[in-house]
């Protein structure tokens, strides 16, 4: 599961959620080097003909396109939440490569879990309200992921002494 509960003091319990990665960058660089070798096998029935300096160029556009994908998605993998639950305050931080930090805390007394089964971005929605806004947390999880985390946050966040 893309999330683990750290218990970073006897007060202080920390939840760190990421994206999931199916797929490390050591397979990527596996899959494009496949996809280059596989595609020299038909230029080589044209190896020593004019027609090879024709055909080369889209390979090399193909597996430069793969290549630039597999960043992409790597680069947009590289975000993760932070919850950070002391005995009074609740504060999550999300770091996103695109919009950088974003920061939200209030009193974990009045912090609570909410899920949304329709009507957000995606199913089970999970917000945490509190102090007057409403945040999301962990809409990159998976459906499942989000149930076990919304169910996590209502039994951690009951109080301070819950674990």
């Known amino acids: 599961m893309p999330y683990r509960w750290n218990q970073t003091s006897d007060t202080e319990q920390e939840l760190r959620l990421w994206p999931h990665n199916s797929l490390p960058p050591r397979g990527a660089m596996i ?7 596989f ?18 160029p889209f ?17 947009a993998r590289s975000m993760f939440e ?8 609740a504060h999550l931080v999300h770091h996103s490569p695109r919009s950088g930090q974003k ?4 009193n974990r007394y009045w912090a609570r879990p909410e899920m949304h089964k329709k009507g957000g971005p ?3 929605y999970v917000t945490l309200v509190g102090d007057g806004r409403e945040v999301e947390i962990g809409a990159f999880l998976s459906e499942e992921e989000r149930i076990a ?3 996590d946050l209502v039994n951690r966040l009951k109080g301070p002494a819950a674990a």
């Open 149 to 151: 985390l919304y169910d």
């Open 59 to 75: 390979l090399l556009l193909t597996v430069l396109g793969l290549w630039l994908a597999f960043e992409m998605n790597y680069r």
């Open 103 to 106: 920061e939200w805390s209030c």
């Open 82 to 89: 932070v919850l950070t639950l002391t005995g009074t305050q």
């Open 31 to 37: 899959v494009v080097l496949a996809v280059f070798l």
């Open 39 to 56: 595609g020299l096998i038909p230029l080589l029935a044209v190896l020593g003909s004019v027609l090879l300096w024709g055909l080369l």
């Open 122 to 124: 995606v199913p089970n």
